[in-house]
């Protein structure tokens, strides 16, 4: 599928993606990570708002998806509705996924993390890379969340089953009234984990394609358990 969307990568000494970050709010020596994706068409400030309300005992990053749409404006991959679905732009897709296991990577060796404790999550299509990246990079991450999101049938091939993608911890959450990605796609997910032998905690809110508070707090609490 052809896009006009731009990649952005930051180069030199910065970081592979633009990104705001709120330090721990505590004196941990070594505090958790936890990364923020957002959807499409959105930016790192969609996701950086909950930052007040999550962990203090955590660094808590709100990342940039690479390409642009529009100013402000950006995605993680182009794509396209049909009565069909929606056709991913899968190049894009996959050269985020690898973008963003390398964002990580950057972020745990420039902040003193406690490497146990890093986690990756996101809202629609920033649920959708937090699947991608952490069901295929597993041993690296002590937990994901999805929110409104999907598994993408182009990442399955390359979910190896074993013990270290079984002590992931999944949070998936999704709005039974969502009417641009249906809460089916959260159902088949959990299905495919279980199968994997994965238990994820799973909650469905009367909710359209939004977040709630309700979710944030259910969220904010599965963190703080980890």
Same mark, same amino acid.
């Given at each position: ?6 990649? *952005?990568?930051?180069? @030199? *000494? ?6 705001? !970050? ?16 957002? @959807?499409?068409?959105?930016? *790192?400030?969609?996701? $950086?708002?909950?930052?007040?309300? !999550?962990?203090?005992?955590? &660094? ?11 100013? /402000?404006?950006?995605?993680? $991959? ?8 929606? &056709? ?10 690898? %973008?963003?296991? !390398?964002? %990580? ?8 993390? /406690?490497?146990?404790?890093?986690? !990756? ?15 295929? $990079? ?5 937990? &994901?969340?999805?929110?409104? @999101? ?14 270290? &993608?079984?002590?992931?911890? %999944? ?6 009234? /969502?009417?641009?990605?249906? %809460? ?30 309700? *979710?944030?707090? /259910? ?8």
């Amino acid at each position: 599928m052809k896009s006009s969307y731009k990649y *952005e990568a930051t180069k @030199g *000494e910065q970081l592979i993606l633009k990104y705001k !970050l709120r330090e721990p709010l505590t004196d941990a020596a070594n505090p958790g990570l936890l990364v923020l994706l957002h @959807g499409v068409g959105g930016n *790192e400030d969609n996701m $950086f708002r909950l930052a007040a309300s !999550l962990p203090e005992d955590m &660094i808590i990053v709100a990342a940039r998806a690479p390409y642009t749409l529009k100013p /402000d404006s950006y995605a993680w $991959f182009g794509v396209q509705f049909s009565p069909e679905g929606s &056709i991913i732009n899968a190049e894009q897709a996959e050269k985020s996924r690898t %973008v963003l296991n !390398l964002f %990580v990577n950057q972020l745990t060796e420039r902040f003193q993390i /406690d490497k146990t404790r890093v986690y !990756l999550g996101g809202f629609s299509q920033g649920g959708i890379m937090s699947y991608s990246v952490g069901l295929t $990079f597993a041993p690296k991450f002590a937990g &994901i969340f999805c929110l409104s @999101g999907r598994l993408l049938k182009e990442v399955r091939p390359m979910i190896k089953s074993g013990p270290e &993608i079984r002590d992931l911890k %999944v949070f998936i959450a999704h709005g039974t009234d /969502d009417r641009v990605l249906s %809460v089916n796609y959260a159902r088949e997910a959990m299905a495919y984990l279980q199968e994997l032998g994965i238990y994820p905690e799973y909650h469905e809110y009367q909710m359209p394609h939004s977040m709630e508070q309700q *979710e944030i707090d /259910d969220l904010n609490r599965w963190l703080r358990c980890g």
